[in-house]
């Protein structure tokens, strides 16, 4: 059996490191970018099967991110953007670009694995 893909975006690099631990610990296979430029090299030549990004990333936000996959791509692959700028308007511009869910930092690890399976599930 093929362990599930995720991409996952984050220039910070503890959390970054965290993540990617707790995501391959919990039986998925992490590709780490860490800015918008490096998203956009991994998505030319490899599709995941869900994307986890940050929403404040140098060269190319999470906001970006979305409407890249969604508009550019074509793409249905599910997003969840994580971000300490959980304010509504962001949230908002997140979901209206296509995003699948939306969680505020700090990251709570054990609710990120259910919500990420819950939407490698539904695809």
Do not use: C, W
């Not at 296979?29 to 860490?34: I, W």
């Not at 991110?65 to 700028?85: K, M, Q, T």
């Amino acid at each position: 059996m093929t362990k599930n893909r995720i991409l996952l975006a984050e220039d910070d690099e503890l959390l970054a490191s965290l993540l990617t631990y707790r995501l391959e610990k919990g039986g998925y296979e992490v590709s780490l970018v860490h800015d918008g430029k490096q998203v956009k090299e991994y998505l030319g030549s490899h599709m995941p099967d869900i994307i986890v990004s940050d929403i404040m990333m140098p060269y190319f936000s999470g906001i970006e991110l979305i409407d890249f996959v969604r508009n550019e791509l074509g793409s249905a692959i599910p997003i969840i953007i994580i971000s300490s700028a959980g304010n509504e308007e962001n949230v908002l511009s997140a979901f209206e670009l296509g995003a699948n869910d939306f969680i505020s930092k700090p990251v709570n690890i054990s609710e990120l694995l259910i919500r990420v399976g819950r939407e490698i599930k539904l695809v």
